[in-house]
Every structure is written in C-alpha cells, then in structure tokens.
C-alpha cells in the first residue's frame, strides 16, 4: 500500500484559527479593519464628510496590513521579499564572475601534468640464444 505524502506538509495543511484563517491572515485582518474604521471615524469626526465617502478614502490604509498578512510569492511573505530584496541590493560585487574569451578556439580549459618518463633500461641478453 502507497501513501503519498505532500513535501511540505505545514503549506498543505496550516492551521486553521478562525473560518479557515491562520493566527497571521487573522491577526492582519483584524489590524487592517481597525485601521481602516479608526482612520475612517477621524475622517468623518473632523471634516465633517459623510460615512460612505470616507470608507471609500480609507481603503488605501487598509490595504497595507491585508497584504502583509494575505500574500506570499513563491512561499515567501512581503517583509521576507523585502528583506531579500535589500540583502541583493546591498551586495555590491560578485565574487566570481565568468565570461568567454574572444578570439580563441578549441579548449579554454586543460589539464597539463607533468609525468616523468621512465629511462628505458637495456637489457644484457637481448633476448637471443
């Protein structure tokens, strides 16, 4: 009997907190949503425009968060992408760098050994009777 198994198995089955949320997406959720209605409530509190409108303004804010906690790209989040992407953008010079030669032909590489040649030994009888 074969029981095939995911190779990872904590992407195939996380842990679900709240209605097939993780604790991260959950807790992203929740920031984003008091973002957005306490921007919203300052909105509306000081200039005075109607509710709706300042939904619709406040989404911007929201967004941030949702993302943070909802997206990944090839299994990585936005701070992980982030960081990766300053590591790349600080890294000044390659250690190696590789490129073909112009003008030559043939071989680029050879292994070149020097095996000493054995002296030839005469031998006394030279083999006849």
């Known amino acids: 009997m074969k029981i095939d198994i995911n190779d990872d198995f904590d992407s195939a089955f996380q842990n679900e907190i709240f209605a097939g ?5 959950c807790i992203a959720a929740g920031v984003g949503l008091l973002a957005g209605f306490g921007s ?20 911007p804010v929201m967004v941030p968060f949702c993302v943070i906690g909802f997206f990944t790209y090839q299994g990585k989040s936005p701070v992980k992408l982030l960081k990766e992407m300053w590591f790349v953008h600080r890294t000044e010079c390659l250690s190696y760098q590789a ?17 000493p040649k054995k002296k030839k030994e005469r031998r006394k009888g030279h083999g006849h009777i």
């Open 99 to 115: 490129a073909e030669q112009p003008g030559k032909t043939g071989r680029v590489f050879t292994i070149g050994r020097d095996i």
């Open 40 to 59: 919203a409530a300052a909105l509306w509190y000081y200039t005075g425009l109607p509710i709706v409108q300042c939904t619709y303004i406040v989404v």
């Open 21 to 25: 949320f993780t604790l991260k997406q």
